[in-house]
């Protein structure tokens, strides 16, 4: 098995959900939603720091009053800082959604964090950033538009829109984009993009330097929260959620990307309400944050440490 071990290192919360990794300082940082449910107002953020058998050694948590914190990202700048991302929902008393920001938190430490900063466009939500040549770069989605937008810049400083509508309803004959990851291979990037329309089919974009061009094919399966890590120029491993004998489940998959083939090779001990992993590939193991409800119903985070030889080894077929 290549499983080596999994570990469930979130679950105080109601509902704890939403998770990214990361490895910071020699250490892992792995963040998540903590809240009354899936969809309540009440969203903070929760961030573990761990070795790298799983052991947590500090916990902090970010809250703002009347605002749902949503979908926490982590990513380590240029200078070698940690960068923390979410999505704003701010409520009014009567628990109806005001607006929407999208918000940034700095850290030198990963113990102690700045105050928030907003960046990108509001109402568009900023998904996740990746950094290339000392800039960072991402998409965001808006439902009601059909649409991504692509953004590069510092998300504390200046972060604009770098390609609008670089994938559409109305431009691609895609509904409903939405979640994403970015990987950077020289000067060529590689999107993954969630869809919630028509076939609900994910999406393999392609764009090389100065990124303003995007060409989209489609994968023809769904993918839900998606994450990616390069294995090496022309693969990289998938985690997300998947439609498994009629189930959504976590997977691992690997895909091609020159064809967008992918090929499924694990899933996770997972069911009900589940996924939206964080990769962290470190040498010979693959590290998995991700959450699932399949242990008495409640929704937690687990962290599994695999194999990743033996884990590029399974070849489950469909």
């Not at 004998?245 to 990307?257: D, E, F, H, S, Y």
Request: aromatic share 12%.
């Amino acid at each position: 098995m290549c499983i080596n071990w999994i570990k469930k290192v979130g679950y105080t919360a109601a509902h704890s959900a939403f998770t990214d990794l990361c490895e910071f300082n020699k250490q892992l940082f792995c963040c998540y939603r903590e809240a009354e449910n899936h969809v309540s107002a009440d969203g903070v953020i929760r961030i573990l720091t761990m070795d790298t058998q799983g052991k947590i050694l500090n916990s902090n948590r970010i809250t703002i009053p009347n605002v749902d914190l949503r979908d926490p990202k982590l990513t380590v700048t240029p200078d070698g800082q940690l960068l923390l991302i979410a999505f704003a929902r701010h409520v009014s008393a009567q628990k109806t959604m005001t607006e929407t920001r999208n918000l940034t938190w700095l850290s030198q430490t990963g113990h102690s964090w700045s105050t928030a900063q907003e960046f990108a466009d509001r109402g568009w939500w900023l998904w996740r950033v990746r950094w290339y040549n000392n800039l960072a770069y991402g998409f965001g989605y808006n439902k009601k538009q059909n649409a991504l937008h692509f953004y590069s810049g510092n998300p504390r400083r200046s972060f604009h829109r770098h390609q609008p509508f670089a994938l559409s309803l109305q431009k691609h004959q895609k509904g409903y984009p939405n979640e994403s990851d970015l990987i950077f291979d020289q000067n060529k990037a590689y999107a993954l993009v969630r869809r919630d329309a028509d076939s609900y089919s994910a999406q393999l974009g392609l764009s090389s330097y100065p990124f303003k061009k995007w060409e989209w094919l489609d994968l023809g399966e769904y993918v839900g929260g998606p994450t990616m890590a390069k294995l090496d120029e022309n693969t990289a491993l998938v985690a997300g959620r998947i439609v498994n004998q009629g189930q959504l489940v976590t997977g691992i998959l690997k895909l091609n990307l020159s064809n967008g083939k992918l090929q499924e090779l694990l899933i996770l001990p997972s069911a009900g309400d589940n996924s939206y992993p964080g990769l962290l590939l470190k040498k010979d193991t693959l590290f998995v944050s991700y959450y699932s409800s399949h242990e008495d119903n409640k929704s937690c985070i687990y962290l599994a440490n695999i194999n990743i030889h033996l884990l590029l080894s399974n070849n489950i077929v469909r």
